[in-house]
């Protein structure tokens, strides 16, 4: 845009002054961008301009956002994303007087035109707010109760789901040859229930086992102890830790029994290894001998 160059008076009337008006640290104010579009420059001519002459914008006519107020307005206003959602810098924003003061320094007859109508407007929202301050004070009360009655909620939903996932399962189960769902159900729910690490162990082990594994929470860490790692075939492990957490891969050539350890507190003992998970009858029985774990727990680190 031209700084010099004065804005189409037709093109100002699909912009709404009202909308463009926001209340911030109990202050009414524009955006700086909106001010620039009203006056017929850039926003950094316009910024530069008040930088030139600091002295006529002391805070109560001119100020910074800071991270936060800019992120509550770009969630809470539509016409805000529009207008500067894809913006890189936190804006300025000017109260009534820094606008009269902006025309000041703008020095063109569009801005001294447009920073009249913008004080009209500033001063027709505050007559509003006087006249109407009982039923403003009113929807706030209202809108601050919905706010609490939605975090509330959840906050409840969010430790239903933790129960839930810590429910007991069985503390064993039995699947026959075929049962091929039902095995993967249990196990990935198994693996849906730790919250900081999971340790197969497992010699038979193969790329077969990420069809379980995938299923954890993100932040999870994984370890798998083998001694059978020629079946963990590189490509695949790199294509599981491209998408999900780095795998810690141990090798461990003394054991025979699988074992699926959750946050080094839960420890399931496995009839079979985890890509033969439904192709034969085999059971998952849970082992809540804490010598047993602490056992299994040295022997890999």
């Not at 959602?85 to 000017?94: A, E, N, Q």
């Not at 000041?104 to 447009?114: D, F, L």
């Not at 192709?279 to 680190?301: A, V």
Request: a positive charge; one cysteine or more; glycine letters at 2%.
């Amino acid at each position: 845009m031209n700084n010099n160059q004065p804005l189409d008076l037709i093109s100002i009337e699909n912009k709404n002054i009202e909308e463009c008006i926001y209340n911030i640290r109990g202050q009414q104010v524009m955006l700086d961008s909106d001010i620039a579009y009203f006056f017929g420059v850039e926003t950094k001519y316009l910024n530069r301009q008040m930088k030139r002459n600091i002295k006529r914008f002391p805070e109560d006519f001119c100020f910074k956002l800071n991270s936060r107020e800019f992120k509550n307005l770009r969630c809470q206003n539509v016409t805000f994303n529009h207008t500067v959602g894809s913006r890189k810098y936190i804006p300025y924003v000017y109260t009534e007087e820094g606008v009269i003061a902006l025309s000041g320094v703008i020095k063109s007859e569009i801005a001294a035109k447009m920073s009249i109508e913008i004080a009209r407007k500033f001063i027709q929202m505050r007559k509003f707010i006087l006249e109407n301050g009982d039923v403003l004070l009113a929807l706030a009360r209202l809108q601050n109760r919905q706010i609490e009655f939605e975090n509330e909620t959840n906050r409840k939903f969010d430790e239903i789901l933790k129960l839930i996932s810590k429910a007991d399962l069985p503390k064993q189960a039995i699947f026959c040859a075929g049962q091929f769902y039902d095995a993967y159900e249990y196990i990935s729910s198994i693996v849906r229930r730790a919250n900081r690490s999971i340790i197969l162990i497992d010699p038979y082990c193969d790329a077969k086992a990420f069809t379980f594994l995938k299923n954890k929470k993100e932040s999870v860490k994984l370890t798998i102890c083998s001694s059978y790692l020629s079946k963990l075939e590189k490509e695949e492990i790199e294509k599981f830790e491209s998408q999900y957490e780095k795998i810690n891969i141990k090798q461990l050539n003394d054991n025979h029994d699988r074992f699926l350890i959750i946050d080094n507190e839960e420890c399931y003992q496995l009839g079979a290894s985890l890509n033969y998970a439904g192709k034969k009858m085999f059971d998952i029985i849970k082992n809540e001998n804490k010598e047993i774990i602490d056992f299994l727990l040295k022997k890999i680190n």
